[in-house]
């Protein structure tokens, strides 16, 4: 490596910046959750940064510029928070294999604590572990959700997103076998509520079992009194309704959304049809995946 092209470009990139907010920049708080996101069950931080033994305590541009000479050429020992800073926030292992490889650059200094700006740029949502019920047989619990609106040739003709369809999925966690339906408004959804219950009648009989309750959104199409009404008279005990912005909690019908929009893309480009008959192609994959057989179903 040519140790002075390296030192200069990566120093020198920056120093009108920095300069420029010497006097202006104050350093982070070196708080790692800074969101304030919360677990609405547990009350606990859904956000973790990371907190390496082995990073710099601070980082912030001020610090760089007043730690720093713009023409290093002078020394030959560089403080390593501020090479941290400079290559981008390297991660600790990164930064010293680059030291390593880089013959005659010498740094001071090791990185003991936690750099602010790494614990507020590099944060990461925490895994939804799913402590809810699991189903155990067929219509244990069904998955709900509605997408859209979809193009269909009737939005294509009128220049109007708006004349697409919608499709309500009700999707069995068990078996992952689906129902789906097109809507032409969200407040359809407690008809094809009872139309799934209708549909589902041979299955139920002939399996023994009744569907025990639904998972959904808090979406105001499946809260009203019209659609808690079907649920007590078909004697189902209600709806497990996932909190707001936790579209996790919801994952079985989120995925088979995304893996049937997939197909459908992928159809469409085979038979070399336009988007406008997306909502055919739709309908097609949900067909087709309830006759294939994988490792969830």
């Known amino acids: 490596f040519d140790l002075d092209r390296i030192i200069m470009a990566v120093f020198t ?10 006097d202006t920049a104050s350093p982070p708080s070196p708080a790692i959750n800074q ?17 390496d033994s082995e990073t710099c305590s601070d980082c912030s541009p001020a610090a760089a510029a ?9 020394s030959s020992t560089i403080d390593k928070r501020i090479l941290h800073a400079r290559l981008g926030h390297a991660s600790t292992r990164t930064l010293n294999a680059t030291i390593s490889a880089t013959d005659g650059l010498l740094t001071s200094r090791r990185l003991k604590q936690i750099c602010p700006a790494c614990a507020k740029g590099k944060a990461i949502k925490l895994t939804f572990n799913d402590a809810r019920h699991q189903a155990a047989q067929p219509f244990d ?4 959700d509605i997408i859209g609106p979809i193009n269909s040739l009737e939005s294509f003709r009128s220049n109007d997103p708006s004349m697409g369809y919608y499709f309500m999925l ?10 789906i339906y097109q809507l032409e408004t969200k ?21 023994g079992s009744l569907v025990r309750q639904f998972r959904l959104d808090g979406a ?7 659609w808690n009404g079907i649920l007590r008279i ?20 989120e995925r088979y959304f995304g893996t049937i929009a997939r197909d459908a893309r992928a159809l469409l480009a085979q038979a070399g049809l336009p988007d406008s008959y997306a909502d055919s192609a739709f309908l097609h994959s949900v067909y087709i995946r309830n006759r294939l057989v994988s490792d969830s179903s």
């Open 170 to 179: 009700f999707l069995d966690q068990f078996s992952n076998y689906a129902w």
């Open 234 to 253: 078909n004697g189902i005990g209600g709806s497990e309704i996932t909190p707001a912005r936790t579209p996790q909690l919801n994952a079985h019908a």
């Open 220 to 226: 105001k199409e499946f809260d009203s009194a019209l």
């Open 187 to 207: 407040s359809q959804a407690p008809d094809f509520l009872d139309k799934f219950l209708e549909d589902i009648q041979t299955y139920t009989v002939s399996l």
């Open 35 to 51: 969101t304030g996101d919360k677990d609405i069950g547990t009350s606990k931080d859904t956000l973790v940064g990371h907190a």
């Open 66 to 74: 007043r730690q720093l000479p713009l023409d290093d050429s002078s």
């Open 141 to 144: 619990t069904v998955s709900v």
């Open 13 to 22: 990139a920056t120093s009108d910046a920095l300069v420029a907010s010497v």
